[in-house]
């Protein structure tokens, strides 16, 4: 069974993020663990290995990337990679100045919840993500159905909340992964809190 596309967004980025970080030489040396039939759709050779955030790609592409990863930092490193990856993301994602004070008047916490389906599928084919307020200071996200998950993804999912509601305008934002298939779990999960807006 496919695993469905998924756009190169989620993960143009962190690879940008990580061979200014890293050098080009050491993203393709981890490039290099991954099955390179899987790779056909990239050039390992281009900066940030040719992903472009705007296109889309067999998952099975960025899995073999993200198996990639999970074999070159077996040291336990990756959280940390990945929290600071992710967040260096998410900046070049949300952009200066400019866009970061749009977002905060057009956007907000009820916004997200509403059109988080919407915004998934802008970048996944496959998953039926619900969003409900527990709180007036927080939210639960369940993903159910999602054929292109991977581990790094959904911790990378987890770890864009806090810059997505920090541009918001939140404050004291607190994003917990309380469920992830690859652990047992029947769906993924996360809960976002802040303190106030």
């Not at 039939?37 to 040719?50: M, R, S, T």
Request: charged share 20%; aromatic share 8%.
């Amino acid at each position: 069974m496919s695993l469905g596309r998924m756009k190169g967004a989620p993960v143009a980025e962190f690879l940008v993020w990580y061979e200014e970080r890293f050098g080009a030489e050491r993203l393709r040396e981890v490039a290099a663990i991954a099955d390179p039939a899987k790779l056909k759709d990239i050039d390992v050779n281009e900066p940030g290995l040719g992903i472009v955030a705007r296109d889309w790609y067999p998952a099975e592409t960025i899995h073999a990337l993200c198996d990639a990863f999970d074999l070159a930092t077996n040291d336990g490193s990756v959280h940390p990679i990945l929290r600071e990856g992710t967040e260096a993301s998410m900046e070049a994602t949300l952009g200066g100045p400019v866009r970061r004070l749009m977002m905060r008047l057009i956007i907000s916490p009820n916004t997200y919840m509403r059109n988080a389906p919407t915004l998934w599928h802008q970048y996944f084919d496959s998953g039926q993500v619900e969003v409900r307020q527990t709180s007036r200071t927080a939210l639960e996200w369940h993903i159910d159905g999602w054929r292109s998950h991977h581990r790094m993804l959904c911790q990378m999912v987890t770890l864009s909340e806090a810059s997505v509601f920090g541009a918001m305008g939140c404050f004291g934002v607190l994003a917990t992964e309380t469920a992830c298939v690859t652990l047992g779990g029947a769906r993924c999960a996360h809960t976002i809190e802040w303190q106030r807006r």
